[in-house]
């Protein structure tokens, strides 16, 4: 099992091979898929983030490939209360992100510079005062669950 790491293995490829070789059962991987990353409300006030991001997660296709067997892909719902660090955990709780420790827990942020994350903060914090946030993605303040690109692939022999 591997949670949240392949995307900052340096040969996938490999680690996976050796995942499979050593286990009997089946090979389970906690990723995001990057061609939904982007999807994501923050897209709209730190793009840079989430372009690093879907550029950091190998594509689903080369993890089913390297996997082999039967591998199926199931999205992972996110609850509205989950405590984990990373930027979707904060679907429903967008002033969580203006924290800058909040931030820190997600490795994404450390890939851009301080003006990215100052343009992040003030765009943010402008949409919230004025309520365009809330206008364009306030539903999601009352959601309990979020499928964004969080899945979870599971491999059998």
Known sequence: MTLFSVHQWSDVEAGLRE????THGPVVVLTCDPARVRDFWLYEYAPDVLETEARRYPPLDRLTAT???TTTIQPV???LDCTDGFNETYYGRPELLLDPAARQACSAWSFVDDRARQDFDTSLR????SGAWDEAFGHLRSRPTYSGSL???RATP
């Open 67 to 69: 996997l082999g067997d």
């Open 126 to 129: 402008r949409a919230l005062g």
């Open 19 to 22: 995942m499979r070789r050593v």
């Open 77 to 79: 719902p996110i609850p």
């Open 151 to 153: 899945v979870l692939l």
